[in-house]
């Protein structure tokens, strides 16, 4: 990987850095393992059927998980910079799964594959907090939208998204937010121009 790839690399070594610090050699083998891949709107870094083999860390972009479910497509998850993305499902069992990785915007990622992540862990098991961390980040991230989905109003789950995650009402599409929240585009186009309107 080149001098300039490293730099760029830095965003992760500070991102894992600041959870707990790496130690030289843990930082020196992440270098060495971590593969890079530009990614441009319209790729798949997994599709449905396929055994989700590597975990990625997004530099930059914007990337959608969804799944098909009757007629409809059903968005389960967004991921941007400063996130990890992997179909948890499959990725940790190794077997096929349901859901597709989606980029959304040109970015570049980086990843490594299972079995080199499962050697991380054995070899530098001061790594292992860096697992707990993230998997208590996104466990928790996934029951609050669970609850919200379950006990709130469309006009609710709008409110707490914009709270939450502004950010994506400006960078993902409206019908693929409406999937998100679970409600219909129509219902969704509503709630938006009424919260517009309130908020003139």
Request: aromatic content about 14%; hydrophobic content about 35%.
């Amino acid at each position: 990987m080149s001098s300039v790839n490293l730099l760029i690399m830095e965003t992760l070594i500070k991102y894992l850095d600041s959870m707990q610090p790496l130690s030289a050699g843990l930082t020196e083998h992440l270098q060495r393992t971590l593969k890079e891949k530009i990614v441009s709107p319209g790729d798949f870094l997994l599709k449905s059927g396929q055994v989700s083999r590597d975990i990625f860390f997004i530099e930059k972009g914007l990337m959608r998980m969804f799944y098909p479910w009757k007629n409809h497509v059903i968005s389960s998850w967004f991921r941007k910079e400063g996130d990890i993305i992997a179909s948890p499902a499959s990725f940790f069992t190794q077997t096929p799964g349901y859901e597709n990785i989606e980029v959304l915007e040109p970015g570049v990622v980086y990843y490594v594959t299972f079995d080199e992540l499962s050697n991380i862990y054995t070899s530098f098991p001061e790594f292992n907090y860096h697992r707990s961390t993230l998997l208590e980040k996104y466990y928790v991230q996934s029951q609050r939208h669970n609850f919200i989905l379950h006990t709130k109003s469309a006009e609710e789950r709008y409110m707490l998204l914009k709270q939450y995650d502004p950010e994506l009402l400006k960078r993902v599409e409206d019908r693929y937010i409406a999937s998100y929240l679970g409600i219909s585009p129509f219902t969704f186009s509503r709630t938006k121009k009424k919260f517009a309107k309130l908020a003139k």
